[in-house]
Antibody, heavy 126, light 107 residues
Framework: QVTLKESGPALVKPTQTLTLTCTFSGFSLTTSRMHVSWIRQPPGKALEWLARIDWDDDKFYSTSLQTRLTISKDTSKNQVVLTMTDMDPLDTATYYC??????????????????WGQGTLVTVSS | DIQMTQSPSSLSASVGDRVTITCRASQSITRYLNWYQKKPGKAPELLIYAASNLQSGVPSRFSGSGSGTDFTLTISSLQSEDFAAYYCQQSYSIPFTFGPGTTVDIK
């Protein structure tokens, strides 16, 4: 079955760089049209999509955060890594990774997040 | 970026009620619209993809409709396990964006 799990520090200081790892099983990022996304949710706020990496190593980022984010993959380890630089208390959130797939019909592709990790809470505080 | 709005932001309902949540996009997204359920302390769960397709394993009391800019999630008969937050999400263009959410709580 498909599983994903996020790992990384629970606490980071302002200005530090956050590195999160998503370790998954049940699918491969070498498979055509397979993708993994990162999404976060600050306490009491809405979900926010951060980044996506594709099977062919294409990468996509949030407009507002793209200068601070880097997403990469290690297919041999079934891992996706997200780094976020210059962390701020406003970045305090639960961070999720999610398998991203596309429904295809009539020539269009609707991407959606069908499996999610349990999430990891990252607190930014000095 | 495409902006998503939802209404209402919260609602109170009873078990057995029919519940409707609306999602609106700032531009046409045809049918590139998904719905998720989020409970406190748990990961979001996909309910509906491509506006009206029920995800495998999701109860049939959930349904989605709409196209263009206006979409609806309907719960035909609310169950106790449905009290949660609901989010719409567009995948018409990068960056993907979510609505602000609708919280469904017990009346």
């Amino acid at each position: 079955q498909v599983t994903l799990k996020e790992s990384g520090p629970a606490l980071v200081k302002p200005t530090q760089t956050l590195t999160l790892t998503c370790t998954f099983s049940g699918f491969s990022l070498t498979t055509s049209r397979m993708h993994v996304s990162w999404i976060r949710q600050p306490p009491g706020k809405a979900l926010e999509w951060l980044a996506r990496i594709d099977w062919d190593d294409d990468k996509f980022y949030s407009t507002s955060l793209q200068t601070r984010l880097t997403i990469s993959k290690d297919t041999s380890k079934n891992q996706v890594v997200l780094t976020m630089t210059d962390m701020d208390p406003l970045d305090t959130a639960t961070y999720y990774c999610a398998r991203t797939v596309a429904y295809t019909s009539g020539g269009y592709y609707v991407y959606y997040f069908d499996y999610w990790g349990q999430g990891t809470l990252v607190t930014v505080s000095s | 970026d495409i902006q998503m709005t939802q209404s209402p932001s919260s609602l109170s309902a009873s078990v057995g009620d029919r519940v409707t949540i609306t999602c609106r996009a700032s531009q046409s997204i045809t049918r590139y619209l998904n719905w998720y359920q989020k409970k406190p302390g748990k990961a979001p769960e996909l309910l509906i993809y491509a506006a009206s397709n029920l995800q495998s394993g999701v109860p049939s009391r959930f349904s989605g409709s709409g196209s263009g800019t206006d979409f609806t999630l309907t719960i035909s008969s609310l169950q106790s396990e449905d009290f949660a937050a609901y989010y719409c999400q567009q995948s018409y263009s990068i960056p993907f964006t979510f609505g602000p959410g609708t919280t469904v709580d017990i009346k």
